[in-house]
Every structure is written in C-alpha cells, then in structure tokens.
C-alpha cells in the first residue's frame, strides 16, 4: 500500500469516526441550545438599540465541536 492510499484511508477513518462522536440526539440539543442563544442575543441587541443581529448559525462538527454565529446589520423596517 503506498503513501497516498494510506492516507486516503486515514482520511475515511476520521471521517466515520467523527459521525459516531456526536449522537442525533445530542446534535438536536447542540442545535436547539445554539439557536436559543441566538434568539436571546438578539432580543438583548434589539433592546439595547443595536442596529446589528445574529442572522445565521453554523455548527461545526469538527475535533473540538464549534459553533459560528454570522453577524449583519439591520436596515429600515427590520429594526422595528
């Protein structure tokens, strides 16, 4: 077996371990927590006369788990 298909291997290793590392019930309250956040910030900015909001949520199952929030400001009627 040579270099490159020794890799290719490892490479499919990780990926079908990094699917059994998180179950679909723990990824369903990963989500449900991310998007309450979301939520919550955004009340917490609209009160604050912020003129910025959360408007997108990314998980990333990765080796540590993250999560990214995408940020964009508000114009005209969506302030309101």
Not at 17 to 26: E, G, P, Q
Request: aromatic share 4%; with cysteine; glycine share 6%.
């Amino acid at each position: 077996m040579g270099l490159l298909d020794k890799a290719k291997q490892s490479v499919e290793k990780a990926k079908d371990v990094s699917l059994d590392l998180v179950s679909d019930d723990n990824l369903a309250n990963i989500i449900m927590v991310a998007c309450t956040k979301q939520d919550n910030v955004n009340k917490a900015l609209k009160t604050k006369g912020s003129i910025y909001r959360i408007h997108g949520v990314d998980i990333e199952m990765g080796i540590p788990p993250k999560v990214v929030y995408a940020i964009r400001r508000e114009f005209g009627e969506e302030l309101r």
